[in-house]
């Protein structure tokens, strides 16, 4: 790195691991104020100071540092990493991945019976793996325990900075912050705060993104780059053309069928119960699939949810699918008006609505949803228009297009993922390639 350095006369800049986090939410957000969160499993800051939990503000293109925690002020993302493995017996990293989703599924199911013991985790851990394994019951119990200590420690400390700073703007990153259940329950529990805003991407793959933003602007003194959705946009992955589509179908002539097609078609497969991947643009950065890589299907069919999870996803039962919605409906549809463009924050949706997209509610009665905006996503949000005016629901299941591996990211992952699924069709919409599987 040194001999680059010196060849072009570059300097080296090293930030901490926090502050990069809480950069990449504030610099995305178009917060001109905003406290700064960022909560992980660890990480170390400037100076090689250990934190899990820092607190910042965001003023104009400056961040100043407020606080950091100790790891053991903040346990939570150590102890879903630990739970999530000893007694949940789920995958935390490659090449399943982390699974802390679901647990955080199962929490729903269940009651806070054990929150007490969460506090001494150390001590009470192999109790709680035998009261796991008691029942299915019982395991759901112990996820929500764990839930509720979380969101009990996690707004305790936050509570003071948000009242005692005056803070109503609210940037979250940090691993932690992918708890959507927890995010969602804010505005509630801190009532000063009246707008959220979540990285799209929180976890570490976020760092390098937070880094150069924060050379960028704080650093070098760059104006921020706010409302012009550049700064919002997920959709950094590289495009594939036409012929790159067209020569990857070529491979597969035996096994598919391919032909011209628009989106009032592909609606109409919709509304007839089938099941559509879908692909073009960039990919998504970022954990969800929010429109560019996604898997569509009709949220008002009550038995969709068990048919993608098993069929598609091969995933347990009680995972939720989540709903795409266009911006401007989520007042009608959600309690609460807060938008959430990267499928970030689970809130309520309302009681009369629930019955109408029963694919895509969770038991507790929430929904993670996408809040689709037509300069973020103009195809999605057009996609949506025309689906409300055959449905009259501006609202998709949309769940990422993979099967138990990363999300496609090629034209030739997305058709071979398409090939070994009972997905009904793929949709490359940049080109409106439709392709069918031969029987
Ligand atoms: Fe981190």
């Known amino acids: 790195m040194n001999q680059i350095l010196t060849k072009n006369k570059g300097e080296y800049y090293e930030f901490g691991h926090h502050l990069a986090h809480g950069a990449n939410a504030f610099y995305t957000s178009n917060f001109d104020r905003a406290l700064i969160v960022a909560i992980d499993g660890f990480g170390n800051e400037e100076g090689k100071v250990p934190t899990t939990f820092t607190i910042d503000e965001g003023l104009g293109n400056k961040i100043k540092r407020i606080q950091i925690f100790n790891p053991n002020q903040m346990p939570i993302g150590r102890i879903w990493n630990l739970s999530t493995k000893w007694i949940f017996g789920l995958s935390v990293g490659p090449p399943h991945g982390g699974q802390e989703g679901t647990v955080m599924a199962m929490a729903a199911l269940g009651e806070p019976k054990y929150t007490e013991l969460f506090k001494e985790f150390d001590k009470n851990h192999p109790e709680l793996i035998r009261i796991a394994k008691i029942s299915e019951k019982e395991k759901f119990n112990v996820a929500a325990s764990l839930q509720e200590y979380s969101e009990n420690l996690f707004f305790a400390h936050l ?33 000063r705060i009246k707008n959220i ?31 012009t959705y550049l700064n919002m946009s997920p959709y950094l992955g590289r495009k594939y053309a036409k012929s790159e589509v067209l020569k990857s179908l070529s491979a597969f002539k035996d096994k598919v069928f391919v032909k011209n097609s628009k989106d009032d078609e592909v609606l109409e497969k919709i509304a007839d119960q089938k099941i559509v991947a879908v692909f073009g643009g960039g990919s998504e950065s970022g954990r969800r699939a929010l429109g560019n890589r996604s898997i569509l299907a009709d949220p008002r069919n009550p038995t969709m949810k068990d048919t993608i999870n098993q069929k598609v996803k091969h995933r347990a039962w009680y995972r939720p699918l989540a709903p795409s919605i266009l911006e401007e409906e989520v007042p009608e549809w959600f309690e609460d008006t807060q938008l959430s463009p990267y499928m970030s924050i689970a809130t309520k949706v309302k009681k009369e609505k629930q019955k109408l997209i ?15 905006n037509k300069n973020l996503s103009p195809w999605f949000y057009g996609f949506i228009s025309k689906w409300k005016d055959i449905s009259g629901i501006p609202i998709l299941i949309n769940t990422s297009f993979n099967d138990n591996e990363p999300i496609v990211e090629t034209p030739l992952d997305a058709i071979k993922c398409f090939l070994k699924t009972q997905i009904d069709y793929l949709y490359f919409f940049d080109f409106g390639i439709l392709v069918a599987k031969r029987s």
Request: hydrophobic share 40%.
């Open 159 to 191: 509570k003071n900075f948000v009242n005692g700073l005056k803070h109503e703007n609210i940037c979250l990153s940090g691993g932690v912050t992918l708890n959507c259940v927890m995010i969602g329950k804010l505005k509630q529990r801190i009532t």
């Open 197 to 227: 805003f979540c990285d799209p991407v929180p976890y570490d793959a976020g760092l390098a993104l937070g880094s150069a933003r924060y050379l960028w602007h704080h650093i070098l003194g760059n104006k921020r780059i706010s409302k």
């Open 358 to 372: 029963p694919a895509v509610v969770h038991f507790d009665g929430t929904a993670r949803l996408q809040s689709v």
